[in-house]
């Protein structure tokens, strides 16, 4: 193992604090040494099995406790919701850590007030289950349900009933919590309040695409009739794009198409130093199906619904879509294990990444957790929890092959020349038949200028040697690549950069690829990006594009 148990318990020693970290045979398990760990207390089924069932009930019981809660009550539903507003992190490599402690202490909560003391979060695996899981429309396990409407009917009424409460918590923070705010942009109360009702003072306008809040009519936009995904996020969720993000060796690379997580920053609050970038998976399917489920395209431009922004967690789904994220850092992790391959970061790094202060989490009896570490939550045995069966859990590539047939073009990526906003470049013959052949899948590294925090698109479809009138495609589409996908708008507060870099597996179906292969020469392609969706008026500005083997 390239990160030894020494380096891993001095580190996790010196992040956490001896009384508040597990270091028994379990954190010798996570790194794959030491005696085997006893089976885990609690177990996180599917939700479309009879057991995933039973637990969505306790967890319906759950969160009707939570409503009922008084707000002054830090597990109050809303209230556990703005710890997320105000903590959390996405685009960089804290993304996996800082949920796992969040949803693990929300199971916590729920298996208190629920009365079940078996309670454990089930996982919503929307590759297998491409639909919002039975039982998810029905009574408060939607936030449309009228459960809600007292607290979310309006905006005015979500204010009143709140917004007091909170400006109260927040002035109450101590130093360091105010301080990590303050990266956030949010330096003041108001300043935060501005990204729950849209309002940005600096330029004088509401945006109403951009707010937090949700009322409760529009809080989810699938419904009992309409369960599916849209074919965008089918994609998103796919075996290949999944695989593909599964099959990366290093916790943490440059390239995107080599590494696991998004990229390394000064800080869980902060955008990477480098520009914003996301992981596969951290893009398709975390972006993308969070912003499907608050209905962006189907409802440009906003407001949206909770799932598209910070306030997410208001939703129910929210906590089984990210189980299931985690579900996959834990298959990654087995994969990596499996193969004698360091499941964290190394070196220097290791302690900047397990070192990180989380400051804001709740426990089970509704009191702060107090300073916490990255490090803590590497873990999943900090919540004593494992995972039932799901997909991918057998998944590999052969990954030798991949390596004998590769050679040292392996290593190297084939950039692109920019011309008006077009792209392109020309991939090697061998390049094309290993991606065909499943041998080594390519991936192209796409950065784009974001729009402005006055403009409303998320979404962006990357087309592939399509006509140069067409700026809109459909499900079958051979010109259709992916869709990159922002989550949350964009946070003036935050310094946000507007340069960012998406990794997208290319599809089989590409017709570039098939002709090339046909012919047994390189494929020439000239990639674009536009709009997806009815704002495809709005033009992208294109920075750079590369095409290289994934892993």
């Known amino acids: 193992m390239h990160y030894t148990r020494r380096e891993f318990l001095t580190t ?17 398990a996570a790194t794959g040494s030491g005696p085997a760990a006893a089976p885990a207390r609690y177990r996180r089924y599917d939700v479309a099995s009879a057991e995933g069932q039973k637990m969505l009930a306790s967890y319906a019981r759950g969160i009707q406790a939570m409503l009922e809660l008084p707000v002054e009550d830090p597990r109050n539903w809303f209230r556990y919701a703005f710890v997320h507003f105000f903590d959390c992190p996405h685009g960089n490599w804290w993304f996996y850590v800082w949920h796992r402690g969040y949803i693990g202490y929300f199971e916590q909560i729920v298996r208190e007030l629920s009365g079940d003391p078996d309670f454990a979060l089930p996982y919503w695996d929307w590759t297998r289950h491409p639909r919002l899981p039975a039982g998810m429309f029905e009574g408060v396990l939607s936030p449309t349900d009228r459960a809600y409407a007292p607290f979310t009917g309006n905006l005015k009424r979500f204010t009143d009933f709140i917004q007091p ?10 130093g360091e919590q105010r301080a990590q705010l303050k990266l956030r942009g949010y330096a003041t109360f108001d300043d935060a309040w501005c990204d729950v009702n849209g309002y940005y003072a600096a330029k004088q306008t509401g945006l109403t695409g951009n707010q937090a809040f949700a009322v409760t009519c529009a809080a989810r936009y699938p419904s009992a009739d309409n369960p599916g995904l849209d074919w965008r996020s089918r994609f998103a969720v796919s075996p290949l794009v999944v695989g593909v993000g599964l099959l990366p060796t290093k916790f943490q690379a440059d390239s995107m198409a080599e590494s696991f997580t998004s990229p390394i920053a000064p800080s869980h609050l902060v955008q990477p130093a480098s520009g914003q970038k996301f992981s596969i998976l951290e893009n398709y399917p975390h972006n993308k199906v969070h912003n499907y489920l608050g209905g962006v395209h189907a409802i440009d431009p906003g407001p949206y619904g909770n799932m598209t922004n910070f306030l997410s967690p208001v939703d129910p789904i929210f906590f089984l879509h990210h189980a299931n994220m985690d579900r996959l850092w834990e298959v990654w992790t087995r994969r990596q294990r499996a193969h004698d391959r360091p499941i964290l970061p190394e070196g220097k790094e290791a302690a900047q990444f397990m070192d990180e202060p989380f400051r804001f989490y709740i426990d089970a009896a509704g009191k702060p957790v107090g300073p916490s570490t990255a490090g803590q939550y590497v873990d999943p045995r900090r919540f004593d929890y494992d995972y039932g069966p799901g997909g991918y859990e057998g998944f590999s590539f052969d990954l030798g092959r991949n390596q004998r047939r590769l050679g040292a073009s392996a290593d190297a990526a084939v950039q692109a020349r920019l011309s008006a906003g077009v792209a392109t470049l020309a991939v090697p013959a061998a390049l094309v038949e290993n991606h065909l052949d499943d041998a ?73 690829l098939t002709q090339a292969a046909s012919a047994n020469s390189a494929a020439q392609l000239n990639i674009r990006v536009v709009p997806a969706g009815p704002l495809a008026a709005e033009p992208v500005r294109v920075n750079a594009v590369s095409v290289r083997p994934a892993g």
């Open 12 to 28: 996790a020693a010196s992040a956490a604090g001896a009384a508040m970290l597990p270091l028994g045979p379990a954190l010798a």
């Open 165 to 174: 409460t909170m400006r109260r918590y927040f002035e109450s923070l101590d």
């Open 440 to 512: 080594a899948p390519l991936v192209a590294e796409i950065t784009i200028e974001r729009p402005d925090e006055l403009a409303l698109t998320r979404e962006f479809d990357v087309l592939v040697n399509a006509p140069a009138d067409m700026t809109e495609v459909g499900p079958d589409s051979p010109y259709y690549a992916g869709t990159l996908a922002y989550f949350g708008p964009t946070m003036p507060g935050m310094k946000m950069s507007h340069n960012t870099t998406f990794a997208v597996p290319l599809p089989k179906t590409l017709r570039a």
